[in-house]
């Protein structure tokens, strides 16, 4: 079935930094979605993409959708202490289920 | 955006007695509504799917005599975990999607269940 690989699992950043998270598919998506979720909250729809190779920006958050639809990456940068929280990209096959990624948890030093 | 509520946030319960959840979509209809179910650090897992009128779709190894699902109305659905275990103890979500199929869920803030 299909799989949603994210990496890395945690990653800690002083303020300022930048932020990386990957995700990639085992299969093509149809399309691909970012959620955040704070500690002890609940996921908060970020963005979808859909064509190939497409490119949003929300402010300080860029978002990538691979050539082949079956990765993508989430980039902040310059990072805040609002950031902080569990970024999970959730994969659609067609028109199956969403299938999330395991997420990157992302701290950061003020 | 859509606003999904949920019910009860926080259930704590003895061991063998059933919990029910409830999931509604306060400002949208939502043909399909999904139950996942969260560890501590971990991803969320789909358990179900959820379409009004209609049986549930259950995921592989979700056990559906244990969780019962019942999507009685475009704006709600329920989630009984019966005879619940401590083994049940999790964090179980609900999101609703309207209309069409590539949009985005929106999600209820969660219920946290802890069996004694």
């Known amino acids: 079935g299909q799989q949603v690989m994210q990496i890395p699992q945690y990653q800690h950043v002083q303020e300022g930094e930048d932020f990386t998270t990957y995700c990639n598919s085992s299969?093509?998506?149809?399309?691909i979605q970012w959620y955040k979720q704070r500690p002890g909250g609940h996921p908060v729809f970020l963005i979808q993409?859909?064509?190939?190779?497409e490119v949003k920006k929300q402010k300080r958050l860029t978002f990538q959708f691979g050539e082949a639809k079956k990765n993508s990456s989430l980039h902040i940068t310059a990072t805040q202490t609002t950031d902080v929280g569990t970024y999970f990209c959730?994969?659609?096959?067609?028109?199956?289920?969403?299938?999330f990624g395991q997420g990157t948890r992302l701290t950061i030093n003020p | 955006g859509a606003v999904v509520s949920q019910h009860p946030s926080r259930v704590i319960c003895k061991s063998g007695t059933s919990v029910k959840i409830e999931c509604r979509s306060l400002?949208?209809?939502?043909?399909?509504m999904f139950w996942y179910r969260q560890f501590p650090k971990q991803s969320l897992m789909l358990m179900a799917t959820?379409?009004?009128?209609?049986?549930?779709?259950?995921e592989q190894g979700v056990e559906k005599d244990k969780f019962l699902i019942n999507h009685a109305s475009l704006t709600l659905s329920t989630l009984t975990v019966t005879s619940a275990h401590p083994e049940d103890s999790s964090f179980y979500i609900c999101?609703?999607?309207?209309?069409?199929?590539?949009?985005?869920?929106?999600f209820g803030p969660g219920t946290r269940l802890t069996v004694l």
């Open positions: 959730a994969g659609r096959e067609g028109a199956q289920k969403l299938v």
């Open positions: 299969t093509t998506l149809s399309n």
């Open positions: 959820s379409n009004e009128g209609s049986k549930a779709t259950y």
């Open positions: 999101s609703a999607g309207a209309g069409v199929i590539y949009n985005e869920q929106f």
């Open positions: 993409l859909v064509k190939s190779g």
């Open positions: 400002d949208f209809q939502a043909t399909t």
